[in-house]
Each structure stands twice: as C-alpha cells, then as structure tokens.
C-alpha cells in the first residue's frame, strides 16, 4: 500500500517536470529592441524568418531572435521580407516567470519527497515496518475484539432488569461518573477501574454491564474469560493488550470480561505459564504505568474464591457487587416484567413462591415456556395451569438443589435463621442473609484473636446445631459449613497453639468443637422464641437484613 503510495507520487511529480520543460521550451525568449536597432538588424542581418502577432513583431537571424512593438514599426520597410501571423503565447500570460518557479519547486519537492520514502535507510524502514503491523494489529483487533453495537445495548435500561434494586446504587453512581466526570474530577474523585460482579449463574451480570453501557451511552466491548485461554505461547496476552487498545482508543467505554475466573486464577497451584502470563497482562492493564483513564472493567464471575489476590486488590476491582438469586419479591417484580405485554390471568405471588431458586434467567424461560403451552392449547391468555405444566422442564434446567419443597424450605429457613442470630450475637457483620446464602463478611482484621476465631466456627455450626435440636437430625445442606469450621479449628490447633497443648492430636480438635457445641445448644435453648421469629421472616420474605434482626431481637424474648 505504502510502495503504490510512493510510486503515485512519483508519476506527479515526473509530470510535473515534463509540463515545467514544455512551458521553458515554448516561452517567449526574445530579445526587445528599438526601432534603430531594428532598422541596423534589417540591414546588416540575414533575416530567416518574420513573424507578428497583435502586440509583436518577431524576426529571427542566423544568431538570435529579436522582437518590437507592433505599433512602432512602419510594416512598408519590411515589404520584401514575408510575414506570418502567430498566436500569442498562452502560456507566459497565464504562468509567468513566478508560476514556472512555483511549479519547478513543488516538483523538485515531490520527487525528493518520494524518492526520501521509498529509499530510506534501515531504520526508517523499521519504522515504516512497525506501522504496518500496528495497521495490521488494528485489523486483527477489530477481528478479535467483540465490540457490541450501540444499537445492540441502547433498549437495555436498567428499569427493564427487575430484581437488582440493592445494587443499582453503586451503578447509577459508576454511570453518573461516565457522563458527568467534571464534577468529580473537580473533587479528586477518580473513576473506579474495575467492577466485579459476584453471583450465581443467571442471575442478569451479562445484561447489567450491558445496562451500565446503555445507560452511559459508551461503547461496550465483550470478551468471555475462556477466549485468553491459547494453545500459543504470548497469544492471551496478546489478546488482553488488543481488549484494552481497542477500548482506550474508544474511550470513554467499558469493558465487560465474562466468567473472569478463567483467566484470573490464583497464581501457583497447577502452574501454566501462559495463563499466569495472561493474568499478568491483565493486572498491568488495570492498574500499570498505561494511562488508561476512561475506560471501566466489568468482570463477572460465580467462583470468586478463586480469583487472584492480586486482581481483586484495591485499584484494580474496586467495587464488588454482589447479586443473589432473586428473592420472593424480586421474583414477583422479574414474572410481572416479562409478562408486561401478554396476555394473562395468572396469580404471579402463586408462582413466585413456586419458583423458589430461579434465577433470572430461568424465571424467563418460565415465562417463555407457559406461553408457548398457552399457545399449543390455541389459547390467547396464559393461565397459572400453564406454569405448573411448564414449572417441571425449566426445573430440569437449573441446579436441583435449587428447586426446593416445602420441607426444604423449613429446614433452610431454621438452619439460616439460626446462623443470622449467632452472627448477630457474635458481632459478625452482613447486610442481609437470605434462604439461599448467608451473606455473611468476613471479619476484616489481619490480625485475629482466639475468641475471632472462635466466634467465626459458632456461626458456621449453629445452624447444623439447632438442626439437630428442632428436627432431632442434621441435613447435607451444612456440609460447607462444616468444612469451614473444622479447618479453622485445625488451623487454631496446629499452626496456632490456641487449644490447651500446643502439640494437638484429632481428639483435641474434636473437643474443642464439642465445646463450642455445647454452648450453642444453652444458647438457642433460650432463644427458641426469637429463633421461630426469625424463621418465619425467611419464610416470607426468603431474606432477612441486618436492621431487620435488630430490631427482632430487641423486643424478643429468650425462653
């Protein structure tokens, strides 16, 4: 491309020179004279030929040519000689002596100019060589690069997303910086770099970094974790610098990296050069010495635990947002979203108390599939039959530990209320804890004493414990539970010397946790009441906060 560039420019310039030579050739070179030189040339010279024109005479001699005013010559003396009219020169009217310098200049210019680009040295060449791959590389780029069209994002509004009204706030607060960042920049604010959305799969993190786009009116550029993952040595990284070139050249714009737990695993176990080489190109994009102001991070994951200390330190994911399955009235607000422009008669508080565990996701195709068995019956009106004909397939389709009966959900309901009151008690901090999850933080010390540590088992036992006492059994649903609590008393034991020997055997660790045990059966012996409280807001509402809890437990009573 470059080379035909150069040669075009040569041929230019090449006609350029051949014009300037045809204008030098044929340019009026002839000498003026007077009229008594002219009456000298007429006798002394051997005239070869006579030419006029309107303003001119011309006479040409063996040695030179010379010319005079028309209107000065009496034409009688020249009866002898004959004459030939000629026309003017065009060209000395038009151009004139400073048009031919002009065009001889730009002329020599192209050419020196053309011929400086086509031979230059080595290291010129290098440059033009890294252009090209750089064109090249923009190329590739626009060919790896998922850039979702505006048009595609522009109708995603967050009031279409029902079941996210906890965590719109920090997002209309992350939109807001986009569209109006003077404000904040005037108070030294910075933009956050990095958001990570945390929560289990369909529950709408695809479609809020679409909002977020749509909101801001940016461009949106979309890459699944799994697509850094190369055979070829260099080509996730590779693949990471094109993300962030296409987006800072675009910026103000976002980019969303799906399933980031793919390519943003702890360094170390099972070590894999090219991931870890991967990650750390994604890390210095982040958070390196490239400026890259204006361009936000959306990742989203349902495995956090496995990320990357590195990736989720402060200056990378600034904000995690965590989104739960929807909860009953979450649940209402998704069913009455999707069915806004059907036709119905159907109890929606009915079926989303049947749909305990749906995601997002699966609530529309819940929707989605009642009306297509309205549609099988030639029915114009979607019925509650239908979602119970349809509750079944979409079932199939999630986890089935999330489909729960109406004993499952007794025995959640207790198991949770029962380790919100301990993390109440033991001043473990939450903002909410659901039927689903508990929501609970983890203590934020880097420091921790024994009673911490201690405190932290009572939580994750007491929902096994009172279990154990209202149902006289204990259920799989407290196997993370328990893996949590006997590692920490492992660790208490042996690497802490927090038990009574500092040398501990099984059976030491085993009395300690009978211990705590034990002192959680006293506790919610006498809390029976609050206990059942509790219960009975998670059964209604399937989620219970923090203010809810204190206020439950400053008028209740302990039995």
Known sequence: MQKSKNLFIIIIGFLLIILLGFILFTRDNNILITNNELNEILLDSNIKKVFIDDAYL???TDSNRYKI???????QKLNNVAIEVKKSYMFDEILGSVGIFVILFLGLAVLISAATRT?????????????????????????NIHKISNLDIKNIKFDDIAGIQEVKDDLLEIIDYIKNP???QEMGIHLPKGVLLVGPPGVGKTMIAKAIASEANVPFFYQSGSSFAQIYVGMGAKRVRELFFAAKTNAPSIIFIDEIDAVGKARGENRNDEREATLNQLLTEMDGFEDNRGVIVVGATNRIEVLDSALLRAGRFDRRIYIDLPDFNERKKIIELYLKDKQHLVDIDEIAKQSVGFSGAALASLVNEASLNALR??????????FYLSHSKVESGIKKQLSFSEEEKQILSLYQAAKAISAYWCDIDFDKITLLGDGIKKIDKNILSKSDLINTIKVALSGNVVLEMHMGETYTNCKEDVRIAK????????DYAMMDKVIVDSSDIQVELQKIRDELNIFFK??????????DVLLKNEKITKDELKNILKEGIFV
């Open 58 to 60: 011309y006479i040409n």
């Open 69 to 75: 005013a028309k209107d000065l010559v009496d034409l």
């Open 119 to 143: 031979f230059r040295k080595t290291n010129s060449n290098q440059i033009t060589k890294n252009k090209e791959v750089q064109t090249q590389n923009q190329l590739n780029i626009e060919s």
């Open 182 to 184: 003077k404000k904040y």
């Open 377 to 386: 019956k030639d029915s114009k009106v979607i019925t509650n039959d239908d």
């Open 487 to 494: 590692q920490i008393a492992f660790e208490m034991g042996e």
């Open 526 to 535: 006498s809390a029976k009441n609050i206990l059942k409280e509790v219960q």
